[in-house]
């Protein structure tokens, strides 16, 4: 067992549903304390996960788009310059619960979002539901400074970037949820 295996089972043991139900109270209040399992092939199974997820989670940015999500967008966008047909002010929904759609600007929906994507919920909020909130132009009000995510397109040179994290994001979320239902049931003696 190397330190990199013990680091990566505790990042499995985080993503435990059961840790995460049994100790949320604690978790508000203090730093987490990681239980050790009994079993070996446990501390394996946590391990490999946890270093499945870290990969996933540090390298969300070139996760491949989720097969059968769809991005409806006009065929003619070549007419326009690639930043301001993939610019973005305000990523939303149609209708509050109408989840398996984001209505991306005036040009371009993505559908088929899958329901399970947002069950990965980071501090209270679905992956999905945080980019939703970050990538917007806002303005500080007492500042006046501007917050534009079309600004990092431009800086990383491509127009799409915005969308292609929103695509990657939904993929990297179900892959967790995926991997987090496959964990091993943790089992306390006292609490």
């Known amino acids: ?7 990566y089972y505790v990042y ?15 978790l508000k209040k203090m730093l987490p304390r990681i239980p050790l399992v009994d079993k070996p ?18 390298n969300y940015e070139s996760v491949e ?27 939303r929904y149609p209708k509050k619960d109408q989840k398996e759609t984001i209505l991306y600007n005036s040009r371009i929906t993505i559908n088929n979002i899958p329901e399970k994507a947002y069950e990965y919920v980071v501090n209270g909020k679905s992956a999905i539901d945080w980019i939703i909130d970050r ?25 799409s970037y915005i969308l292609d994290v929103i695509l990657s994001i939904i993929n990297v979320s179900v892959q967790t949820v995926d991997i ?6 943790l089992e306390f003696d006292e609490v």
């Open 1 to 7: 067992v190397t330190k990199e295996d013990v680091f």
């Open 135 to 159: 990538y917007q132009v806002k303005v500080d009000k007492k500042s006046g400074i501007k917050n534009d995510p079309n600004d990092w397109s431009k800086e990383v040179e491509n127009p």
């Open 180 to 185: 987090v239902n496959d964990l091993p049931k």
């Open 65 to 91: 788009p989720f097969e059968g999500v769809e991005v409806d967008m006009p065929q003619d966008k070549l007419q326009m310059d690639a930043y301001a047909f993939y610019s973005v002010t305000k990523l």
């Open 12 to 26: 499995g043991i985080l993503h435990s549903p059961d840790y995460r139900e049994t100790f949320a109270n604690d």
């Open 41 to 58: 092939k446990d501390f394996w199974a946590f391990s490999k996960a946890g270093r499945k997820l870290a990969e996933l989670h540090i």
